[in-house]
């Protein structure tokens, strides 16, 4: 079974996608991230990056052997929090129509909804041509809490949810764990932030989340030690000391950069990237966070990170 640990980002746009000529390099899709361990795939959230690796994932499945298409496709996506630019995606996401697919959905409950409920919603007509349960796949959407850990086992199997204080002594060396804690700095009930354990190594994603200058406490303890933290910077220092952007949920490339320094991460990508935002600025705010912790990149639409 092969070894790796990737996570490759297939929509990085905050808030809405966008098409500008000057914000191609770094892409204008929204919140798409695919991590592969070993024998696992799992996506976190249905940006419109999902349309495109929908895509992707079907043409990998139809060119198996037919033997090996026996027992269908089992697609693993986890939602951080179910705002519009973190769903769009999904009513496009090729294998969900797919009468061969099996969906595996996991994230929040909100506001007294089960995430079930809230993705139908989001598909609710007279907003969206074809509603979730029309669609050709077997869903098998549950809720997750601050409490519960996820674990990918044998690759193809579906994911396991048991409490954080449950030994978990009878999962394969080759088991992916998923830990998580919501963050309340994100307007209409918070986010999900992820922390991936695949043999040692760690992937720590904290999209959407508005944090502290001088690093947000919970989130240094979630992440330390990571071989890869990826953190919100929508906006710049100066519209955020402004006050017209405070209180909505996002964060600055210096939150960000001393929340990886405080953690002591190996590398930081800077995330959810203002669609308003030229390709030149986001170079800018790269190099900004840069000069606090070197090991920064401003992630790109394509991007992949290889965790050794």
């Not at 914000?23 to 940006?47: M, Q, Y």
């Not at 394969?172 to 992820?194: F, K, V, W």
Request: charged share 25%.
């Amino acid at each position: 079974m092969p070894d790796n640990f990737s996570v490759t980002f297939w929509g990085v746009r905050g808030s809405y996608p966008v098409a500008d000529a000057d914000k191609l390099e770094f892409g204008g899709n929204t919140s798409c991230v695919e991590v592969v361990a070993g024998g696992h795939r799992v996506i976190v959230d249905a940006g419109t990056g999902i349309i495109k690796l929908g895509k992707q994932i079907l043409s990998e499945y139809h060119a198996k052997p037919k033997e090996e298409r026996r027992d269908g496709l089992a697609v693993n996506l986890l939602m951080t929090h179910t705002h519009h630019d973190h769903t769009l995606g999904f009513g496009f996401f090729a294998p969900a129509f797919s009468i061969s697919t099996t969906v595996h959905i996991l994230g929040p409950r909100m506001f007294a909804h089960d995430l079930e409920e809230i993705m139908s919603m989001s598909m609710l007509p007279p907003f969206f041509p074809v509603q979730l349960e029309d669609m050709g796949s077997v869903k098998v959407i549950q809720n997750v809490k601050d409490s519960d850990v996820i674990a990918f086992d044998a690759p193809g199997e579906p994911p396991l949810v048991r409490h954080r204080n449950d030994d978990l002594g009878d999962l394969s060396r080759s088991a992916l764990i998923i830990e998580n804690y919501r963050s309340y700095a994100h307007p209409q009930g918070g986010n999900i932030i992820y922390r991936f354990s695949y043999k040692g190594r760690r992937f720590v994603h904290g999209t959407d989340t508005e944090g502290y200058y001088g690093g947000d406490a919970r989130l240094v303890r979630f992440a330390k030690g990571a071989d890869l933290l990826t953190h919100d910077a929508q906006y710049t220092d100066e519209e955020y000391t402004s006050g017209a952007v405070q209180g909505f949920g996002h964060s600055t490339p210096r939150m960000a950069a001393e929340t990886a320094k405080a953690a002591g991460v190996k590398q930081l990508g800077l995330i959810h990237h203002d669609p308003r935002h030229t390709d030149d600025q986001i170079m800018a705010l790269e190099a900004q966070a840069r000069k606090i912790f070197p090991e920064t990149a401003a992630v790109r639409e394509g991007q992949r990170f290889d965790l050794l």
